[in-house]
């Protein structure tokens, strides 16, 4: 299956959004945590800055920078 970004506009949340969004504590947030079609939300970098174990999955990340910005 070929995926194409044909049509699509990428968007992301911020650290603040998931924490408000799934209401998660700091408790939550000391677990390891798997971010799935986060596509380019800047949750991970804000938490991996934090010290937080985040890793992220989505069919995106075979794209370039300029791919996706085109």
């Known amino acids: 299956m070929v995926m ?5 506009v990428p968007f992301g949340r911020s650290l603040n959004e998931y ?3 799934f209401n998660l504590t700091e408790q939550d947030l000391q ?10 939300a800047s949750f991970n970098a804000e938490g ?3 010290g ?12 370039t920078t300029h791919q996706i910005r085109e």
């Open 4 to 8: 194409r970004l044909e049509k699509v």
């Open 19 to 21: 924490v408000q969004m």
């Open 31 to 40: 677990k390891s945590i798997l971010g799935v079609a986060d596509g380019p």
């Open 48 to 50: 991996t800055r934090l």
């Open 52 to 63: 937080y174990r985040i890793k992220s999955i989505d069919p995106l990340y075979q794209f």
